[in-house]
């Protein structure tokens, strides 16, 4: 169900009404099925997640490169995304050459962009910063990302956009 965006000097804010999805578990994902969200859907998750500076979005895609000094410090970054992946039942297609991981996310079954893809972006943009921001000299020491500290971080950047005015509607639909 799809209905007019509205803007608030030209600046379209989302209804956190409706495009709310507050995580419990990550595992609970694989569980639901979600609609494709359309390009002002993805764009209002992608700012109300802090994420718009850093992922590019096509039409049906999402996508970032993240640049790590150390090969081993992509290739934890790796592991760590691939678990929630694995608990999402959700993967990314992604490549890693000597420190640099291109990171494309889509979802198969609606041929683009759906909550499922901007959580993963979501968790994993808060694992490259732990690792960039906690140099570790061996990669086993880069294992430290909490998932509750994941969950709780995307749950809390609702609360920072509570105050705002709720002009964008659009119910986020469940098959």
């Not at 901007?118 to 430290?144: M, R, Y």
Request: aromatic share 12%; glycine share 2%; hydrophobic share 40%.
């Amino acid at each position: 169900m799809y209905r007019k965006l509205a803007s608030n000097n030209n600046q379209a804010i989302a209804n956190l009404l409706e495009l709310k999805f507050l995580l419990r578990d990550f595992s609970e994902i694989s569980q639901k099925q979600f609609t494709k969200l359309n390009q002002d859907e993805v764009n209002q998750l992608l700012i109300i997640q802090q994420l718009n500076q850093n992922w590019n979005q096509n039409v049906n895609s999402l996508s970032r490169k993240y640049q790590f000094l150390r090969f081993q410090d992509s290739f934890s970054f790796m592991s760590q995304v691939s678990q929630i992946a694995d608990q999402m039942k959700h993967y990314p297609k992604w490549f890693n050459k000597n420190g640099l991981v291109q990171m494309d996310l889509m979802s198969p079954e609606v041929q683009g962009v759906t909550f499922k893809d901007v959580i993963l972006a979501h968790s994993a943009e808060q694992i490259s910063q732990v690792i960039v921001s906690q140099p570790k000299t061996s990669i086993f020491d880069n294992c430290d990302i909490h998932i509750e500290n994941l969950i709780s971080s995307w749950n809390n950047n609702y609360q920072k956009f509570q105050g705002l005015n709720q002009v964008f509607e659009r119910s986020v639909n469940f098959i």
